[in-house]
């Protein structure tokens, strides 16, 4: 069975800085991609950032250039960090880390954390 386990988040004044962190554990045949999403209130869960196998990144447009996503296998394997720099308000919202894959070559898998909030404000 495969987990997403979250940490970080939190409250931070405009302009700041935050991190927050994703781990997936659990038997694995292959992870195709693992990111970021979230939903703010009243609105649609959208695509913050993920990573592909290959290392490749994808980012949404309205956070290209102040935000980071990582992919490490250090201190634990199939960690992903998000570095969110020059917050803005509307950045407030539930942030999700999303892990697409498979669990064996015919069992594909697409697990959610369970959401960490970030808030933006001063």
């Known amino acids: 069975q495969v987990q997403v386990v979250e940490s970080g988040g939190g409250l931070v004044q405009p302009g700041g800085s935050l991190s927050i962190s994703c781990a997936a554990s659990?038997?694995?045949?292959?992870?195709?991609?693992m990111g970021w999403y979230r939903q703010a209130p009243g609105k649609e869960r959208e695509l913050v950032a993920t990573?592909?196998?290959?290392?490749?990144?994808?980012?949404a447009d309205s956070v290209k250039g102040r935000f980071v996503l990582s992919r490490h296998n250090t201190p634990v394997p199939n960690m992903v960090y998000l570095q969110m720099n020059s917050l803005k308000p509307e950045d407030t919202a539930v942030y999700y880390c999303?892990?697409?894959?498979?669990?064996?070559?015919?069992?594909?898998?697409?697990?959610w954390g369970q959401g960490t909030q970030v808030t933006v404000a001063s």
């Open positions: 999303n892990v697409r894959g498979y669990s064996d070559p015919r069992s594909p898998v697409d697990v």
């Open positions: 659990g038997s694995f045949f292959s992870i195709n991609a």
């Open positions: 990573v592909n196998s290959g290392g490749g990144t994808n980012y």
